[in-house]
């Protein structure tokens, strides 16, 4: 079975809490306009009006040519990590996404990288984990790669 994984709670505290980015800066506060703000820890579209966090997230435990860093939305208030089997809403919003392998030493298998369609991304993660060295997959945006979540086998 596949799961979709969130930003852990400890790294949205440390963030909400004022703590550094993957860039050593403060995030940034902005106040979301609705849809467009995808929270990545409880995968869900930052409601019109509420304060946000802008940062630099790096989804990968060390820095390396190929642990990617880019933009990445967060709730400023503490929020519910999404958790579960359903498809978290800010999964719902675009027409396709962005997944590619990774291997157990955090860097990407060659092949695996696809732009699929937004029903088709979990059958299609079944596929890329067909390979054994596939440890985790990467969503991302089809259209400005920013990390959404990542996949895991359950």
Known sequence: MLTITALTTDTARALQAGGLDANGQTPERSTSGGAGNPCRHCLRYIPEGADMLILAHRPFPDPQPYAEVGPIFLCAEECAR???????EVLQGSPDYLIKGYGQDDRIVYGTGAVVEAERMMGQA?????????AYIHIRSARNNCYQARIDRE
Not at 82 to 88: C, K, L, S, T, V
Request: aromatic share 6%; glycine share 6%; proline share 12%.
């Open 126 to 134: 079944e596929e890329i984990f067909a390979d054994p060295r596939i």
């Open 82 to 88: 999404h958790e579960g089997d359903a498809m978290p």
